[in-house]
């Protein structure tokens, strides 16, 4: 049966204050504030062979720190999908958010935190499947990250350019197996001519537990190239179990991998522990809980050090259809080799006001 073809607006208004206990910047002493008012819109198409799903939201801040300071945040997405023949189906995605925070959602998830700043990121990612039979896909995808940071902190941003390759096979009715191949260009700005290409080779096992329960695993290697250095190689990883509760969902992932310590002026190999789980508690109350550890060396200099730990509990009551109350909490902690180890506690509270017409 073909899909119903549909057009749902829906917009949101919504009022959000935070307290952080350590902000880690200089200019904002101790402890500081946050005070929010944001307004968002999106829009999602479906036909029976097309989605388009677009958001956009806006948000002005005023830190009450020791230092007043006013900011402005942004959050963009675009997701479109086509399936343009029987056999072949393209995706398109952008994401870019300006946040004013220790760590944006991108890279709080890849273990990266940082004082209290503004950051900006940009992902664009597109990709095409290719069914050469009924068991048998060929994936193509490229994908480019770009992260900046205000110009008063000292952080230096970047952008990584990814391009690969992926023949995937159903090889029974719950297991499919895979081999991929990819290419990353990976450049530091602010004039550190620090450039590095990564080659990666990896296989990868999927499996179907039952219909709640699934379980992936890769591994390969790569071989890491930055001019003035000999070759680098190194093995990567990556394991996830997710389960699709009655009343929520689990996830946990592991990932031993390189990519670009952004910020700090340099790559990385690293290694990601990562846990989320929501649950519902009643017709009107929600919960989430999430957490990661991150450890991060650099293959080219055996003296930085970066490990960090992220941890939160979020809260929502929906308030017959309109009204969203949220409160949430938020523990960080990070561990640099040169840099004495630090914490913060950051409590929030939230209301939102949204609707919906067709």
């Known amino acids: 049966m073909a899909q119903a073809s549909t057009d749902v607006w829906n917009g949101n208004v919504g009022l959000q204050g935070s307290w952080d206990s350590n902000p880690r910047s200089s200019t904002l002493g101790q402890q500081s504030y946050v005070e929010s008012l944001g307004v968002g819109l999106g829009y999602t198409l479906n036909r029976p062979r097309s989605h388009v799903e677009f958001a956009a939201r806006g948000m002005g801040l005023l830190n009450q720190g020791t230092a007043r300071t006013g900011h402005f945040n942004y959050t963009g997405m675009l997701n479109v999908s086509r399936q343009a023949t029987p056999r072949l189906a393209l995706q398109f995605s952008e994401a870019v958010v300006s946040t004013y925070s220790q760590g944006a959602p991108f890279l709080a998830a ?9 950051s900006r990121t940009n992902n664009l990612s597109s990709g095409m499947t290719y069914q050469l039979t009924p068991r048998t896909n060929l994936s193509v995808t490229a994908r480019h990250d770009w992260v900046g940071f205000d110009s008063s902190a000292s952080l230096l941003g970047g952008w990584q350019l990814t391009t690969g390759a992926s023949l995937g ?16 260009h990976s450049r530091v700005q602010g004039g550190t001519n620090r450039n590095t290409d990564t080659h990666t080779l990896m296989t990868g096992w999927t499996r179907r537990l039952s219909e709640r329960f699934a379980v992936s695993a890769s591994a390969g290697a790569s071989q890491v190239n930055l001019v003035g250095f000999d070759p680098r190689y190194g093995i990567v990883a990556n394991a996830a179990l997710t389960a699709q509760l009655r009343t929520g969902s689990v996830s946990l992932r592991y990932g031993h991998g390189m990519g670009q310590a952004y910020g700090f002026g340099r790559d990385r190999i690293f290694d990601l522990v990562g846990l989320a789980h929501s649950r519902s508690l009643g017709r009107n ?13 650099d293959l080219f200099d055996p003296t930085f050090g970066y490990d960090t730990q992220s941890y939160s509990l979020g809260l929502q009551y929906v308030a017959g259809r309109q009204w969203t109350l949220g409160a949430g909490y938020r523990w960080l902690y990070l561990d640099q080799v040169v840099v004495a180890p630090s914490s913060s506690h950051i409590v929030s509270a939230s209301l939102s006001y949204g609707w919906q017409w067709r």
């Open 169 to 184: 096979r159903q090889i029974t009715a719950v297991d499919s197996l895979s081999l991929s191949y990819s290419f990353r």
């Open 285 to 297: 109350f929600s919960a989430t809980v999430s957490g990661v550890y991150g450890r991060s060396r």
């Open 110 to 118: 890849d273990g990266l935190l940082y004082p209290l700043v503004l």
